[in-house]
């Protein structure tokens, strides 16, 4: 047995044919691992849902293979896979009350009737929605038909539990309740989650691990810090969470930055043009001139409660972002204008490759 | 403040107009129920109520014949239409859009183009020809060429219905390990079903009604309701038609009554 869930193999999905065929995934291989929570993230029309419906088997892949659990599924129906899907429009099925809906993946399966009612009390019970089981599906509340979807999926007990933007037609309040719920249920079931979205909060605060996707690629695999902290490249870095960027050029000692400021930096023995990314949050605002600082001016800031973001430019122009955090010093009496001096975190600064 | 959304009722003239379209449409139809009651022989003077004519038109072994002949015909070619008609609308709807569909569209709505009358005179040529070469005499021929004219009319409300499901739905069933046939049967059939109700009903009453294709297929005392009563009329006229056009009218009512709670209850 394998300790992956699901496996992409140089997996391949183009729309179209010959000239105009665009290719929704691109040679894509991942794994998924047994009993993880996982994230595919990434903007819209990255083929992150495209990935989802070949590892549910509602498209076909042009090349490569999809495994599940180490075999081979490439070819076998949706109805053949042990996998269940939480859809982004619910897809209740509106003739079917709640308990219906819940019980019609294992009636397929042909599961004896007692084993099939006591499974739906157990999920309804699960997903706290007891005293709607004679409910129509249209008599409920977003949430709840949210939530219904969910016990629906997890009732037949999948091998994989494939989630396709499941919260974004919620309001925010709610959404951050069923983030919490969602994260408990994977927790109870054991059920490895994989999970479809562009929200790049909701992906850090629930993933063990995230796949961000971009142009049909996945771009980086890591747990949620390792995303954030060291991204790979320029996309991984904008995209999740807010990132500077200060066009470069590498020395063995040192960065040469486009305002001519040297930083000291260990390059790993790259040299030439890069982009080096430091996060707001790790730029730290010094009294002008003090030694090993960059040179900077306050162009503006915006005040958000819990912190305050500075807009700076370097002496080329080059706009540099920091986050101050409400109550941290000289946080109350910035001016515009003012000459300052910047100083990055340690280990802060990532070289990016493009 | 004037509503600044455009509202046909507040047209000068709107009620008047609209008055007078109801009375054309039912005073006609309202007389015709009236004199069903008349105790005279007239249908045009009123000479007292009566149940006579009700009494006479059920005693009435040839209106008792053409009325069961109906009957069979229009459920067996209801019944037909509307399963072809299921067939086609899934046919056109649950796949991509394909080269010809708008053809297709076309030759399946075709009796509602081809003027009946040539399509009768068709019918009428064709089925000699098979009469002619099978011997085959019986209310088939009458069945069939119903079934043919009750196509579109069942089409189209399944259509309509299928165009506005959810095709996720089906993707969901297939997710919940339904083969093809579990997902037919058990979320696009439950969900098409006041579809193929309204159009099983509406085949049924256009079948039921027809005169001119009958009257060019039906064979020798193959008369159906409608032609029996068009026969009657070239005798003399008695309230017995009113008292056979009630009875229909009444049936119709009912059909579309029934109709009209059943889907109003699914929706």
Known sequence: MTEYAIEARNAVKAFGQGDVAVRALDDVSIQIRKGEFFTLLGPSGCGKTTLLRLIAGFETPTSGQILLDGQDITALPPNRRPVNTVFQSYALFPHLTVAQNVAFGLQMLGRPRAEVDRTVERMLALVKLEPMAGRKTSQLSGGQQQRVALARALAPT??????????????????????????????ETGITFVFVTHDQEEALTMSDRIGVMSA????????????YTTPV??????????TNFLPAVLGATGAVLGSGDVLALSTGGKTGPATLAVRPEQVRLVPAGEPGSLPATITGWVYFGTDTHVHLALRDGTEVVARLQSGATGDSALTKGEAVGLRFTDGALQILGD | MADRNFSATRIPGFATIAVAAFVVLYLPIFTLVIYAFNAGQSIAVWEGISFHWFAKAWANEAVKSATLRSLIIAVSASAIATSVATMAALGTTRRPAFRGQTFIYVMINQPLMVPEIVTAVALLIFFGVIKQATGYQGLGYLILAHTAFCIPFAYLPIRARLEGMDLSLETAAADLYASDWQTFRFVTLPLLFPGIIAGAM??????????????????????TLPTYMLGQ??????????????GLLALTVVLLTAFFLLTRKKG
């Open chain 1, 158 to 187: 999948p091998k994989v539990l494939l989630l396709d933007e499941p919260l974004s037609a919620l309001d925010l309040k709610l959404r951050k309740e069923m983030q919490v719920e969602l994260k408990r249920l994977q927790t």
């Open chain 1, 216 to 227: 049909g690629k996945l771009q980086q695999v890591g747990a949620p810090r390792e995303i």
């Open chain 1, 233 to 242: 490249n320029r996309f991984v870095a904008s995209f999740i969470g807010e």
């Open chain 2, 202 to 223: 509406l085949a049924f009453v256009i079948s039921l009604d027809d005169v001119v294709i009958t009257e060019f297929v039906k064979a020798g005392g193959q008369d």
């Open chain 2, 233 to 246: 009329m070239r005798r003399a006229i008695t309230p017995e038609v009113n008292a056979i056009s009630t």
